[in-house]
């Protein structure tokens, strides 16, 4: 089963090392599967309508597994043959492809709760995914990777607030841009003066939280998952120390984990084990 190697960065190792060998080619189809159609959703100058057609068009295999019909691309092929290998839930797939057709259509977000709405299919699937391939289907332990997976997804928004802007997308909540009384222009602008950093020393503060409030699963899984767990809370906790000290300007000072960091991401996974 050939697998085209992924590309982009991710807070989540893809097809980690420290994964078992028999659950890191169904590592990557899961990503090969959750990058094309994010790239579907956000590369190239396709028109809305063409974006959406092709997304369709996945929804479709999608319902060619669920049917028991043969998948018609190498890509479905692979993911209906780790469906029924490792019992994946197919309505996580669904999910994802909710999420990225949502990119397509929505720009921006009411409040947080509408965030949050998003990151339930555009990151939960992804960490309940990779619990079903580990068989665990404890739901304790869905609701502690629900918040790691939402925080990441929040962290990244942050991280890419120009990157997003730049699609013409805003994925921070406008209730509390207007609390702030932050305007779409100076976004625009990459102007981080006035309350720009109580805005987002608020917005790292609630991801903060949230991937504290899932960080028990880190402890709660034993072997190569407990840890893999604990070095992506590690390393999203690092990233938003980074945030803090740099008070949000991710305009001037983009905050992304480097080589130096990952002795301490190590460290801190290993220490609380």
């Known amino acids: 089963m050939h697998v085209p190697a992924v590309q982009h960065y991710e807070n989540f190792p893809v097809a980690s090392l420290l994964m078992p060998r028999r659950l890191r080619t169904a590592t990557r189809i899961i990503y090969w599967f959750a990058r094309s159609a994010d790239d579907i959703a956000d590369e190239g100058h396709a028109t809305a309508e063409e974006r959406l057609s092709a997304l369709q068009a ?105 990157v997003d802007y730049d699609k013409q997308r805003i994925y921070l909540p406008q209730t509390d841009l207007a609390r702030y009384h932050i305007s779409e222009a100076q976004i625009a602008r990459h102007d981080t003066s006035g309350t720009w950093s109580p805005f987002m020393l608020a917005q790292i503060e609630r991801v903060r939280k949230l991937l504290q409030a899932g960080a028990p699963l880190g402890i709660l899984l034993k072997g190569r998952i407990g840890l893999e767990m604990r070095l992506i809370i590690s390393g999203a906790a690092i990233a938003l120390e980074k945030l803090h000290r740099v008070r949000g300007d991710i305009f001037n000072q983009p905050v992304r984990l480097t080589v130096r960091d990952w002795p301490i991401v190590l460290y801190r996974a290993v220490r609380k084990k």
Do not use: W
């Open 58 to 162: 996945y929804r479709e295999e999608l319902h060619r597994i669920e049917r028991g019909e043969l998948a018609q691309t190498e890509l479905f092929l692979s993911v209906g043959a780790i469906i029924a290998q490792h019992h994946l839930p197919i309505s996580a797939f669904h999910d994802l492809l909710d999420a990225f057709m949502q990119d397509v259509s929505k720009t921006r977000y009411a409040d947080f709760s509408e965030v949050m709405s998003y990151c339930k299919k555009s990151a939960n699937p992804v960490g309940r995914l990779m619990l079903a391939l580990y068989d665990d289907h404890d739901a304790r332990h869905q609701a502690y990777s629900d918040a790691i997976c939402s925080a990441l997804q929040l962290l990244n928004f942050l991280q890419d607030i120009a």
